[in-house]
C-alpha cells in the first residue's frame, strides 16, 4: 500500500463516522479504489467478491456500462432541479415505469431521497389520511417485533422496540404497538395460532390505529427472518375488515430480491401504501419512493391543508431518475426469475450444510438472500478481516452471517463465497 493510500486510511479512521461505529478505537477500514461487476478493488491489491450488493442495493454489480451511460447522458442536461411547480421526463418516465409494474391500485407517487425518508413519508400519509377523515384519535402504528424500517425519528418508533438498533431512544419516540413476530417460517405448514396475538392486539386497537406496517415475507436488518405467506394474508385481510391501511416496506425486498418482483406477490396482496429504495437506482444514487392508491392520495388532498406536508430538496432528483429507469429496464429485459433461482439453489448448496455446525443456530435462504444464524454474536471487529483474506466482503451483524450478492453474480463467484463462510465459521468452532 502506498504512502497515499496510508494517510487516507488515517484521516478516515481520524475523523469519519462510520455506521453503526466508534470514534474511539473504531475497527479498521478497506479502502476501495475501484469496483468492477461483483468485484471491489482494495488498495493494498487485493480483490473482493462483494456479498452484499452494497447493502443490498447494486443489483446489477459495480461500474454497468447501461446505468453508466444512463448517468452520462442525464447529466449532460441537468444533474438537479427542485420539483416544486417543476417536472421533468427522468421523473416522469420512471414514474410510468413504477405504475407498470407495481399493482393497478397503487396510482400515485412520491419520490423521497432514501429508504428511511420513504417510510416517513408513509407514516406521515397515513396520519393525515385519518386527520383529513376526522378522525386524527387514529395515530398509532402496529407492526411486529424483529422489523427494521430505517434510522430517522418515525422509522425508527416502528422497528423493534427491544431487540433492535434504536432501544436507546426508546422513551422519546412514540409509542406504537408490537406483536410476536411470526413463527411459521416461509414454505412451512401454516399453523392457525400464529396469528391469534396479531389479530387480538389489532382488534382491541383497531380505533386507535393509522396503518399496519410491515416487511413483507422477509425482515431485513431486524433478524432476517423468512415468515409465512398466510401470516401476510391474514393481515390484509384484517385491514380490509376494520379499515385500516396496510404499509409494506419493499425497501430492501423490491425489485427481485426475494424471487418476486415485489415481496407482496408472494401471498398476492395489494399494500395502500408501498415504499421503494436501495434497489431502485441499482446503488448508484440515494432514493426511494413511496405509493399510494387513489382513495389515501385523494384524501389527504382533500382534507386541510389541501396538500401532502411533506417536500424533500433532493426529490425526484432527475441523474437518480433516469438511472432507475435504466435500472428497471436492465432488470425487466433480462431472465431475472430464472437467475434469481440460479442464485437461490447454489447459495442453499453452499449453506445448508452449514447447519450441522455445532455453532449453527439456523440456516434459511429465499430468492437471492442465504442467511447462516449463529449461536452467538459475531465478532464484528475480526469477520470482516477474516473475510477479506479469503477473497470476499462479507459484513455480519449481530449473530447472522448473510449473503444478499448482486444478481450478476456468478455461480463460481457464490462458491467463493459459501466456501469462505464456511472455513470462517470453522475457525470460530474452534475457538
Known amino acids: ?59 446489477h454489480g459495480y461500474n454497468h456500462p447501461v446505468l453508466n451511460a444512463a448517468a452520462r447522458d442525464q447529466i449532460d442536461k441537468m444533474s438537479h432541479v427542485m420539483f416544486g411547480g417543476l417536472t421533468h421526463e ?112 389489532f382488534i382491541e386497537s383497531h380505533q386507535q390505529i393509522a396503518a399496519v406496517v410491515l416487511e413483507p415475507i422477509v425482515q431485513g436488518a431486524g433478524g432476517m427472518w423468512f415468515y409465512h405467506t398466510e401470516f401476510l394474508k391474514r393481515v390484509r385481510d384484517l385491514c380490509d375488515r376494520y379499515g385500516v391501511l396496510l404499509i409494506a416496506d419493499e425497501i430492501a425486498t423490491g425489485f427481485g430480491r426475494t424471487g418476486r418482483m415485489f415481496a407482496c406477490e408472494h401471498a398476492g396482496i395489494v399494500p395502500d401504501i408501498l415504499c421503494l429504495g436501495k434497489a431502485l437506482t441499482a446503488g448508484y444514487l440515494s432514493m426511494a419512493a413511496t405509493l399510494a392508491t387513489a382513495p389515501v392520495a385523494h384524501t389527504i388532498c382533500g382534507g386541510e391543508p389541501g396538500l401532502f406536508m411533506h417536500g424533500p430538496t433532493f426529490m425526484a432528483n432527475p441523474l437518480a431518475c433516469a438511472i432507475a429507469k435504466a435500472s428497471i429496464e436492465l432488470l425487466e429485459n433480462s431472465e431475472w426469475e430464472s437467475n ?77 463465497l459459501t466456501n469462505a463462510i464456511a472455513e470462517v465459521i470453522g475457525l470460530w468452532e474452534m475457538n
Open 1 to 59: 500500500m502506498t504512502n497515499k493510500h496510508e494517510s487516507l486510511l488515517r484521516f478516515d479512521r481520524d475523523h469519519l463516522w462510520h455506521p453503526y461505529s466508534t470514534v474511539i478505537e473504531p475497527p479498521s477500514t478497506f479502502l476501495v479504489e475501484s469496483a468492477d461487476a461483483c468485484t471491489l478493488n482494495l488498495a493494498d491489491g487485493r480483490s473482493v467478491i462483494d456479498g452484499m450488493a452494497s447493502w443490498w442495493c447494486a443489483i
Open 90 to 201: 427522468p421523473a416522469i418516465s420512471l414514474g410510468q415505469k413504477l405504475i407498470a409494474m407495481t399493482p393497478a391500485e397503487l396510482e400515485h407517487i412520491f419520490f423521497a431521497d432514501s429508504g428511511s425518508v420513504s417510510i416517513e413519508v408513509a407514516l406521515k400519509m397515513a396520519l393525515q389520511y385519518w386527520a383529513a377523515r376526522g378522525e386524527a384519535e387514529r395515530s398509532r402504528f402496529l407492526t411486529i417485533r424483529g422489523g427494521y424500517h430505517g434510522d430517522t425519528f418515525g422509522a425508527m418508533s416502528v422497528c423493534d422496540p427491544v431487540t433492535g438498533m434504536h432501544s436507546l431512544f426508546n422513551e422519546i419516540l412514540p409509542q406504537h404497538l408490537f406483536a410476536p413476530r411470526p413463527n411459521c417460517r416461509y414454505g412451512a405448514r401454516w399453523e392457525d395460532q400464529d396469528f391469534c396475538a396479531f389479530e387480538s392486539l
Open 340 to 416: 434469481i433461482e440460479r442464485i437461490h439453489a447454489h447459495l442453499h448448496a453452499g449453506l445448508a450444510p452449514l447447519a450441522a455446525r455445532s455453532n449453527v443456530a439456523d440456516v434459511r435462504t429465499l430468492g437471492a438472500i442465504g442467511v447462516v444464524e449463529m449461536s452467538a454474536d459475531v465478532d464484528l471487529r475480526q469477520a470482516p478481516k477474516q473475510f477479506v483474506e479469503r477473497g470476499v466482503w462479507v459484513r455480519p451483524f449481530g449473530r447472522l452471517v448473510y449473503l444478499m450478492p448482486p444478481f450478476t453474480i456468478t455461480d463460481d463467484e457464490i462458491t467463493t
